[in-house]
C-alpha cells in the first residue's frame, strides 16, 4: 500500500501510483467502527466565501469514516455564525461549529483567564486547541486529525491518507503529519519552508552545535503542512503555542512527548495548492513577515527549554549563517526549478530572505526582552487540574449556541 522508509528520526509513508485509496478507505471504515475519528477544521468566517472551502464539503460528503467534525470559527459576528451554521449544514457527518467570539466561549475563556490560563493571542494555534479542548471533553475518539480550510486541490483520499497510519490498530504511530510537493500553477512555493525553516535549522546547527531536535525537525519533508492527525490519548498533555507557531510547536511536543518511532510523515497528495499569504514586507504583524517571527520564536522557545542559553551576540550568529545558507539554496532551487520547468523568481527570493534574517533578530529581541513570557497554551490535563468544569461549561456553550442560533 505505500513504500515505509525509516529513515533518521521519521517514518516517511509515500503516496506511490501503485497504491489502493479505495482498499484503504474501506480499510478504514472497518477500524473506525471501534476507533473512532474526528476531523478538526480551524477556519475564519472569510474563508466560508472563498472558493476552496465548498469543495472540500463536497469531498467530505463523500467519507464514511468520520465520526465528527469539529469546525472552530473565528472573526465571526452573530450574523456570521448563523450563516456558518447554514453553510456546513451541508456536511453529512456529525459536527459542530464554535463560535470563538461568541459570549457564551468568551466567558468560557473569561474563567480560564481568571486562573491565568487562557491563550495569550489569537490564531490559529488558539483555535485549534479549543477544538482539541472540545474533543477532549466529548471522551469518544481515538483519532483527531487537523487540516486547513483554504486547500483548493483538496481531496477525500488526501484525509484518508493522513489518519491510516494513527488509525490502523497494528501500526506503533501516535502521530502522522502531512507533506506534499509545493508546486502549482508553474511556480515553486513553500516558500517559508523553503527559505526560512530549512535554512535556519542549518544555522542553528553550525552555530549551537547538533542538536537531535534539529535534526528531528530537520528529518520532515514539509514541517509546516497544516495537516496532522493524532491518536487522542496524546492530547491532554500537548503545549502548543497559540500563534502562527502552532506546526512547529506541534512537532517539538512530538519530540518531547513521543518516541520519535511512534511518529510519521505520510505523503497524503501529488499536487497541493492553497491560499497564499502575502509576503507583508511592511507590516511585521501580517502576512508571511509575522508568520517568519512566530516560528523562530517556536524554535527558540523549544531550545531555550531545553538548555540552550541564547543571546544578542548568538542570534547575530545565527542570522549571519542563516542569510549565507539561505543564498546558497536560492542557487539550488533555481536550478531544480529551471530542471523541472517550473518558475522561480531570483529576485523576489532573495527579498523574502532578506526579509526573514531581519525577523531572526525581530524574534530574537522580542525572546529576550520577555523572560517571564509562558510560550505555551497549559494544556487540557492542566485546565481540568484547575477547574474540573472548564470542558462541560465549553460543551454546554457549543451546544446552546447551535441550538439559539440555528
Known sequence: MADFHQGGHVATMHNLRVSAPNDLVR???AFSSTRK?????????SELEGEALPAIIDELNKVNFIHRIVIGLDRATEE???????????????????????PRL????????ELNLSPSEPGKGRNVWFCMGYTIAQADSAVVAVHDCDVLTYSADMLARLVYPVTNPRFPYQMSKGFYPRVADGKLNGRVSRLLVAPILSAMAKVLGPREYLDFISDFRYPLAGEFAMRTSILPDMRIPSDWGLEIGLLSEAWRNLSPRSVCQVEVSDRYDHKHQDLSEE????????MSVDICKALYRKL???????????????KATYFRDALDLIETYFNDAQMNGLHVDRHVEEKTVELFASNIMRAGQVF???????????NWSRIHAADPDITTSMLQAVELDMQEYS
Open 27 to 29: 480499510e478504514l471504515e
Open 368 to 378: 529576550l526582552d520577555n523572560p517571564m513570557e509562558t510560550p505555551f497554551i497549559p
Open 37 to 45: 475519528i474526528t476531523l478538526i477544521l480551524p477556519s475564519l468566517f
Open 304 to 318: 531555550a527549554a531545553d538548555g540552550t542559553v541564547f543571546s544578542e551576540e548568538i542570534f547575530r550568529s545565527i
Open 106 to 113: 468568551r466567558a468560557v475563556d473569561s474563567k480560564l483567564q
Open 80 to 102: 456570521q455564525y448563523r450563516h456558518a451554521l447554514k453553510f456546513f449544514s451541508k456536511l453529512k457527518a456529525d459536527h459542530v461549529v464554535l463560535w470563538n467570539d461568541g
Open 283 to 290: 507590516d511585521a504583524s501580517a502576512g508571511l513577515s509575522r
